[in-house]
């Protein structure tokens, strides 16, 4: 059974950062390329960042690039997000699923994330 456990958000105030973790299991994760998935509300949910099974190649959407970063521990079956100046807008839900097509009866609980003064 694939399962993704995202944590690691919580309230932050803008320009501040966060590290976001998900812990994988039931896929062979050194294989499978990871994302990182946000949904803020009343708004679709969409792939900001995704990371290849090696790590080599990274991809982010044009609303994050250059502030996060998405890295992963094979070892460990994990990734990672590290979201530096964060802005209001970045304030949603984020979730961890393979990329770029999600499992979409694995998707987790997310973690929030909430960027206010």
């Known amino acids: 059974q694939v399962q993704f456990a995202e944590s690691g958000g919580g309230l932050v105030q803008p320009g501040g950062s966060l590290r976001l973790s998900c812990a994988a299991s039931?896929?062979?994760?050194?294989?499978?390329?990871m994302g990182w998935y946000r949904q803020a509300p009343g708004k679709q949910r969409e792939l900001v960042a995704s990371l290849s099974g090696s790590g080599g190649r990274t991809d982010y959407s044009d609303s994050v690039k250059g502030r996060f970063t998405i890295s992963r521990d094979n070892a460990k079956n994990t990734v990672y997000l590290q979201m530096n100046t964060l802005k209001p807008e970045d304030t949603a839900v984020y979730y961890c699923?393979?990329?770029?097509?999600?499992?979409?009866?694995?998707w987790g609980q997310g973690t929030q994330v909430t960027v206010a003064s």
């Open positions: 039931g896929i062979v994760f050194r294989f499978a390329a």
């Open positions: 699923n393979i990329s770029p097509s999600p499992v979409v009866r694995a």
